[in-house]
Structures are given as C-alpha cells and as structure tokens.
C-alpha cells in the first residue's frame, strides 16, 4: 500500500515528482521502511531496494515535511 502525499509536484528543471508528507511518512522513508520514489510502504519490513519500482531506499531527497506538523 502506498503513502498519500499531503502535496505533489512536478519539479520541470529536474524533470521529477516531490511530495510532501506528514513526519511520520517522511520517517518511513528517510529510515527505509518505505520508497522515496514510489511511495511504496513496507508495512515495517526494512529494505534497500523498492520490491515495487526498483529504487533504492536510502533517499528522501524529493520529500518535504509537512510543516504544520514539525514542533
């Protein structure tokens, strides 16, 4: 099952998606436990590589934090 994005974008100089996500997600991602690409979640299953698309885990590079959430 995938992650929802608070907010999407399509970034046209670096021809890619970010997303925004709330901290939680953005803590599954940044800890491998869900695809920076894909958005894919591990349901707590660590891995370096996405099952889905391919794309390795040790990212977060395209993921914003919610800002209403961060204390």
Same mark, same amino acid.
């Given at each position: 099952? $995938?992650i929802? !994005?608070?907010?999407?974008r399509?970034? =046209?100089?670096?021809n ?9 997600? @953005?803590a599954?991602?940044q +800890?491998g =436990? $869900?695809? /920076?690409?894909c *958005?894919? #979640?591990? +349901?707590g299953? @660590?891995r370096?590589?996405? !099952?889905?698309c /391919?794309h390795?885990t $040790? /990212? /977060?590079?395209r993921? *914003?934090i #919610? !800002?209403?959430?961060?204390?």
């Amino acid at each position: 099952m $995938a992650i929802k !994005p608070l907010i999407s974008r399509f970034d =046209y100089e670096h021809n890619r998606w970010e997303f925004m996500l709330s901290n939680e997600d @953005f803590a599954k991602v940044q +800890q491998g =436990y $869900a695809c /920076g690409e894909c *958005l894919e #979640d591990f +349901q707590g299953e @660590f891995r370096i590589k996405c !099952p889905v698309c /391919g794309h390795s885990t $040790a /990212g /977060g590079d395209r993921i *914003l934090i #919610d !800002p209403r959430t961060m204390i």
